[in-house]
T-cell receptor, first 112, second 111 residues
Framework: NAGVTQTPKFRILKIGQSMTLQCTQD?????MYWYRQDPGMGLKLIYY???????DKGEVPNGYNVSRSTTEDFPLRLELAAPSQTSVYFC???????????FGSGTRLTVV | DQQVKQNSPSLSVQEGRISILNCDYT??????FLWYKKYPAEGPTFLIS?????DKNEDGRFTVFLNKSAKHLSLHIVPSQPGDSAVYFC??????????FGAGTRLTVKP
C-alpha cells in the first residue's frame, strides 16, 4: 500500500518554464489537496478536489492549475514558473469525514 | 492572515520529561483540530485530533487539550523520547476544504 506518491522529489526550473507535479494515491480517497510550504511558514492550500472531475481554488491558487480526471491522480501544473513559486509542495488525500490527511513526501521546487 | 499560530519555533526537552507544544487560533468557526508530525524529507503524518465538543483527547503518550474560550490548544508528550524529535504542526478546520496550518514547532528531545 503506497499511500500518496509524489514525483519528482526535486526539480530546478528556469523562470518561464512549465512543469507538472504528479500526485497519485491508491487508497480510493475522495478528497485530494495540494499545499505549499515556504520556509518558516505553515502549509498553504493551493487547490483541492472533492472527487473526480471536481476541483476548486484554495488560499493561494495563482500561477497554478489542476485537474482530476480519476480518483487516483491529482496533478498540479505550473505554466510560467516564477521565483515566488520556489517552495516545497505537498499533495495529500483524505477519506471523507475523518480529517486525517495522508501526505506525500513532497516535491522541492526551485525556480531560478 | 495567520489564523493558526505556533509562537514557539523550537523546543528542547530532556528524554523522559514532558514536552508541551502550544497553538493559538483566531477563527471561532474552527471545529476540528489536529496535530501532525514531520520528519525531514518526509510529508507530515497525522498524530492526533480533537473536535470542538471535547476538551481533551488522549492516545498513548500523546494528549491534546483544547481551551475554546482561549482559542488555544496544546499537545503534551509524556514521556518524551528521542524519536519524538521532529517538527510538529498544529492545524484547524471549519470544513473538509479549509484546513489551516501553523508554522510548526521543531521539537528536540535530548538523550
Amino acid at each position: 500500500n503506497a499511500g500518496v506518491t509524489q514525483t519528482p522529489k526535486f526539480r530546478i526550473l528556469k523562470i518561464g518554464q512549465s512543469m507538472t507535479l504528479q500526485c497519485t494515491q491508491d487508497m480510493n480517497h475522495n478528497y485530494m489537496y495540494w499545499y505549499r510550504q515556504d520556509p518558516g511558514m505553515g502549509l498553504k492550500l493551493i487547490y483541492y478536489s472533492v472527487g473526480a472531475g471536481i476541483t476548486d481554488k484554495g488560499e493561494v491558487p495563482n500561477g497554478y492549475n489542476v485537474s482530476r480526471s480519476t480518483t487516483e491522480d491529482f496533478p498540479l501544473r505550473l505554466e510560467l514558473a516564477a521565483p515566488s513559486q520556489t517552495s516545497v509542495y505537498f499533495c495529500a488525500s483524505m477519506q471523507v469525514a475523518n480529517y486525517g490527511y495522508t501526505f506525500g513526501s513532497g516535491t522541492r521546487l526551485t525556480v531560478v | 492572515d495567520q489564523q493558526v499560530k505556533q509562537n514557539s519555533p523550537s523546543l528542547s526537552v530532556q528524554e523522559g520529561r514532558i514536552s508541551i507544544l502550544n497553538c493559538d487560533y483566531t477563527n471561532s468557526m474552527f471545529d476540528y483540530f489536529l496535530w501532525y508530525k514531520k520528519y525531514p524529507a518526509e510529508g507530515p503524518t497525522f498524530l492526533i485530533s480533537i473536535s470542538s465538543i471535547k476538551d481533551k483527547n488522549e492516545d498513548g503518550r500523546f494528549t491534546v487539550f483544547l481551551n475554546k474560550s482561549a482559542k488555544h490548544l496544546s499537545l503534551h508528550i509524556v514521556p518524551s523520547q528521542p524519536g519524538d524529535s521532529a517538527v510538529y504542526f498544529c492545524a484547524a478546520s471549519a470544513s473538509n476544504n479549509d484546513m489551516r496550518f501553523g508554522a510548526g514547532t521543531r521539537l528536540t528531545v535530548k538523550p
